[in-house]
């Protein structure tokens, strides 16, 4: 196959920094389009794979999966876009088509494996995928999204993880007009959920274990915040909510969460906290609640999500950054600062 060299930045080992590199990328075939990456969001998986946290990672790494560019050409069957499109590309870049989750239009729980967009098997190549941090990429069209042309580039690119990994479950599980939903953890993930709840129509209620976030949490549009380490405060709303996004990664007792809801409450985890979360048997059974999990969603849910986004004008709260800050921005994520994603301007790579 066919191959072009782009610049990027990655890393050749877990304890390495990230730093300039060329990668091959394959020239467009049949049905690809090759996009010029404008801005890329940092996720924390990004730091993850880098550091082969979860194992397994495939060197050298090119992370980033929140990808916002401009296509710059096109393969000869595309007909979904054209060249000079703004578009978008999230945590995949294909799956195997014919499974039972691929025609529900779920290709994130392909059953053969969704196809990362970074350190997954890459079947064109033969190595492995690449991620945004580089210059270009080149996906299939039916893994590209369309961006809306009413919102800030830069801001929208953590809509392709953050906003789609918030909004699916939401959706699934109808929140809307008439429910109170909590909110835990107000991070990348916690700050977007706020907005999309509430731009669903549900009274939003944020559970925090800060009381400083709780002007940034009204400010997100949360209508009211629960301080969860006040005893008082969590017992006063047992059995108040209906549905509950978790999107806290730190380890944290999920029973104190499941007793905030109603009968027939459900309780979605996003964040994925390194070691198990033992749930009580009593935290369930009375009240027939349930305790679910939720990963991304699918490209047709994705392009819901985005289109649902730029009707209510909803972005990510971002930092800007320059390429060579992402090493700083490692630490700072570690350190939960930063309000709320870091994204990077992926001109200053081509500086």
């Given at each position: 196959?066919?191959?072009?060299?782009?610049?990027?930045?990655?890393?050749?080992?877990?304890?390495?920094?990230?730093?300039?590199?060329?990668?091959?990328?394959?020239?467009?075939?049949?049905?690809?389009?090759?996009?010029?990456?404008?801005?890329?969001?940092?996720?924390?998986?990004?730091?993850?794979?880098?550091?082969?946290?979860?194992?397994?990672?495939?060197?050298?790494?090119?992370?980033?999966?929140?990808?916002?560019?401009?296509?710059t050409k096109i393969g000869g069957a595309v007909?979904?876009?054209?060249?000079?499109?703004?578009?978008?590309?999230?945590?995949?870049?294909?799956?195997?088509?014919?499974?039972?989750?691929?025609?529900?239009?779920?290709?994130?729980?392909?059953?053969?494996?969704?196809?990362?967009?970074?350190?997954?098997?890459?079947?064109?190549?033969?190595?492995?995928?690449?991620?945004?941090?580089?210059?270009?990429?080149?996906?299939?069209?039916?893994?590209?999204?369309?961006?809306?042309?009413?919102?800030?580039?830069?801001?929208?690119?953590?809509?392709?993880?953050?906003?789609?990994?918030?909004?699916?479950?939401?959706?699934?599980?109808?929140?809307?007009?008439?429910?109170?939903?909590?909110?835990?953890?107000?991070?990348?993930?916690?700050?977007?959920?706020?907005?999309?709840?509430?731009?669903m129509g549900a009274y939003v209620v944020v559970?925090?274990?800060?009381?400083?976030?709780?002007?940034?949490?009204?400010?997100?549009?949360?209508?009211?915040?629960?301080?969860?380490?006040?005893?008082?405060?969590?017992?006063?709303?047992?059995?108040?909510?209906?549905?509950?996004?978790?999107?806290?990664?730190?380890?944290?007792?999920?029973?104190?969460?499941?007793?905030?809801?109603?009968?027939?409450?459900?309780?979605?985890?996003?964040?994925?906290?390194?070691?198990?979360?033992?749930?009580?048997?009593?935290?369930?059974?009375?009240?027939?609640?349930?305790f679910s999990g939720s990963l991304i969603g699918?490209?047709?849910?994705?392009?819901?999500?985005?289109?649902?986004?730029?009707?209510?004008?909803?972005?990510?709260?971002?930092?800007?950054?320059?390429?060579?800050?992402?090493?700083?921005?490692?630490?700072?994520?570690?350190?939960?600062?930063?309000?709320?994603?870091?994204?990077?301007?992926?001109?200053?790579?081509?500086?």
């Open positions: 196959m066919n191959t072009f060299s782009t610049r990027a930045f990655g890393t050749e080992a877990p304890e390495a920094d990230l730093k300039p590199m060329s990668i091959q990328r394959r020239e467009v075939t049949a049905k690809d389009v090759e996009i010029d990456v404008l801005y890329c969001g940092v996720c924390h998986s990004d730091l993850h794979t880098a550091r082969n946290e979860w194992g397994g990672t495939s060197y050298p790494s090119v992370p980033g999966h929140e990808i916002v560019g401009c296509i007909t979904k876009f054209k060249v000079g499109d703004l578009v978008g590309v999230g945590c995949m870049v294909d799956s195997c088509r014919h499974c039972e989750s691929c025609k529900d239009g779920v290709e994130q729980y392909c059953e053969n494996g969704m196809t990362g967009t970074y350190d997954s098997p890459d079947k064109y190549l033969g190595t492995h995928t690449m991620g945004g941090y580089s210059e270009r990429v080149v996906v299939d069209e039916d893994f590209v999204l369309k961006v809306p042309t009413n919102l800030d580039l830069a801001a929208t690119a953590p809509l392709l993880c953050a906003g789609i990994t918030t909004y699916s479950p939401l959706r699934h599980w109808n929140v809307g007009p008439g429910q109170r939903v909590g909110i835990v953890g107000i991070g990348g993930l916690g700050h977007m959920g706020v907005k999309l709840a509430k731009a559970i925090t274990t800060s009381a400083s976030k709780k002007e940034d949490a009204l400010r997100l549009g949360a209508d009211e915040i629960i301080l969860s380490t006040d005893e008082e405060q969590m017992r006063k709303n047992a059995g108040t909510l209906h549905f509950i996004l978790d999107c806290v990664s730190a380890q944290h007792d999920i029973n104190a969460y499941l007793r905030l809801l109603k009968r027939d409450g459900q309780l979605t985890l996003v964040g994925a906290p390194e070691h198990p979360l033992p749930v009580a048997a009593f935290s369930l059974i009375p009240g027939r609640k349930s699918g490209i047709a849910e994705t392009q819901e999500m985005l289109d649902f986004c730029g009707k209510h004008n909803i972005t990510s709260d971002i930092e800007l950054i320059r390429m060579e800050d992402i090493n700083t921005a490692y630490e700072r994520l570690l350190k939960s600062d930063v309000k709320y994603r870091f994204v990077i301007d992926m001109g200053s790579l081509k500086d």
